[in-house]
Every structure is written in structure tokens, then in C-alpha cells.
């Protein structure tokens, strides 16, 4: 049985930075994608940052380009993503997701395709 459970969400001021993790059991990263996604209050889940099994490949959106990094720790079946310079725009609970087969037509950023999420961590910032 598959298990993501996500950890290091809170609340920062704008301008601050946390790291978030995202812990997989029973799960195995070869060839396939793990992501992060968020959902803010009154709006639609969106993809935040999604990366390759090898770690080569990375995805961001737009609004979080060159301020958040997402990484993978394959050997502690671990994903990471560090957010910098956060915004009160990026408020919002945060779901780590895994096991987005490679060679599909979509955006690794579209949470369609993803078959594990976890239950989430929420992130606030104050301004």
C-alpha cells in the first residue's frame, strides 16, 4: 500500500522560505514522476513543480519559477520542494503526488495521471 505523507508546511511572512518533504512507502521511483501540487480556498488544485524519477527532468509554474526547487532523494524514497521569497499568493494547502508514468502527451504539471497523493500540508504567508 502506497503512502505519501507530506510534513514542513506553517506560517511565514512574505519574503521568508520553508522546505517541504514528502515521504513515500510502498512506492517505487523508477520511471515515473512525483509532483507537487496546491489548492487555495474557492480555487482549482494546480501544479506547482513535478520531477522525473532520475531527477534530470524538472517542471515548474510559472508564478513559482526560480523560487521554489524541487528535488528527490531516491534512496530515502523522499521528495522535497524548497520555496524561497514566498508570497501571500502562495498560500494554500500543499499535496505531494507520485506515480505519473513517463511517455504521456500531458504536462507533468497536470494532476490528471497521478495515481498516489498525499493528504496535504498547509502553507500560509502574511504579507
Known amino acids: 500500500q502506497v503512502q505519501l505523507v507530506e510534513s514542513g508546511g506553517g506560517s511565514v511572512q512574505a519574503g521568508g522560505s520553508l522546505r517541504l518533504s514528502c515521504a513515500a512507502s510502498g512506492y517505487t521511483s523508477t520511471d515515473n514522476y512525483m509532483g507537487w501540487f496546491r489548492q487555495a480556498p474557492g480555487k482549482e488544485r494546480e501544479g506547482v513543480a513535478a520531477i522525473f524519477s532520475g531527477g534530470s527532468s524538472t517542471y515548474y509554474a510559472h508564478s513559482v519559477k526560480d523560487r521554489f526547487t524541487i528535488s528527490r532523494d531516491n534512496t530515502k524514497n523522499t521528495l522535497y520542494l524548497q520555496m524561497n521569497n514566498l508570497k501571500p499568493a502562495d498560500t494554500a494547502m500543499y499535496y505531494c503526488?507520485?506515480?505519473?508514468?513517463?511517455?504521456?502527451?500531458?504536462?507533468?504539471?497536470?494532476?490528471?495521471?497521478?495515481?498516489?497523493w498525499g493528504q496535504g500540508t498547509q502553507v500560509t504567508v502574511s504579507s
Open positions: 503526488a507520485a506515480g505519473r508514468p513517463s511517455g504521456l502527451g500531458d504536462s507533468p504539471l497536470d494532476q490528471y495521471n497521478y495515481r498516489f
